[in-house]
């Protein structure tokens, strides 16, 4: 079965630093993706980053990045200069291929982030 | 090009009442899924629907709960006999035909039973 793992329960940083958020996982499907959302206070998720299992280079958005390495199963997510606006919870996610099913995505913990000023 | 919209945002039931949980999912979109975030914890799947069908139901519990997204209308979420343990945020997700990798969240439904 697929799993996502995130042991970092909460992570404090200073305002302006980078911070790298810890993920891995575990699928026997050769082809799947990874997400990261982020759920800010309010409630709802918002999509960040996706990777897919096949892509030759780590995604990035804007100051997002996902530093994926595949022998290691990790999807690590990479916060370049932090904002107080990023303080939330941030969740990695899975979905699968065939053989685990592609249309549901499996989440982890998550990952409580504090920026401090 | 509006969201996913859920409705209610906050839905407050006593115990062994039913539950009644709208999703109108992006304009377009063919694909329904359901998910349930206990507090403090991930979002865990529960359940995908494409319009009329019931596509996978691996997440739902045997009892009380049942998921339908008809020809016309939004996807409901039902929970009969609503008891404590069930009081949690749900959220719908939407993807189009051909991308289905790609899930669109709603803004989720706070349930709370009394």
């Known amino acids: 079965a697929q799993k996502i793992t995130q042991t970092q329960p909460g992570m404090f940083v200073q305002e302006k630093e980078a911070v790298t958020l810890d993920c891995t996982y575990d699928t026997s499907d050769p082809s799947y993706g990874l997400f990261w959302y982020k759920q800010p206070s309010s409630g709802e998720m918002i999509f960040l980053i996706y990777q897919g299992s096949y892509d030759q280079q780590n995604a990035t958005e804007g100051r997002y990045s996902l530093n994926f390495q595949k022998a290691r199963k990790s999807a690590n997510l990479v916060i370049s200069a932090s904002q107080l606006g990023d303080s939330a919870m941030y969740f990695c996610?899975?979905?699968?291929?065939?053989?685990?099913?592609?249309?549901?995505?499996?989440f982890g913990q998550g990952t409580r982030l504090t920026i401090n000023p | 090009n509006a969201g996913v919209m859920q409705n209610p945002r906050h839905l407050v039931r006593r115990r062994g009442q039913e539950a009644r949980l709208r999703c109108s999912p992006m304009?377009?979109?063919?694909?329904v899924y359901w998910y349930r975030q206990l507090p403090e914890e991930g979002l865990k799947f529960m359940v995908y629907l494409q319009k009329e069908n019931i596509i996978d139901e691996s997440g739902m519990p045997k009892e009380r709960f049942s998921a339908e997204f008809p020809k016309e209308g939004p996807s409901i979420l039902r929970i009969q006999q609503v008891v404590r343990g069930d009081s949690a945020a749900y959220f719908c997700a939407s993807s189009p035909s051909g991308r289905i990798y790609e899930q669109y969240f709603g803004p989720g439904t706070r349930l709370t039973v009394t």
């Open positions: 996610a899975m979905r699968g291929g065939k053989i685990q099913g592609a249309q549901k995505l499996v």
């Open positions: 304009k377009g979109h063919s694909h």
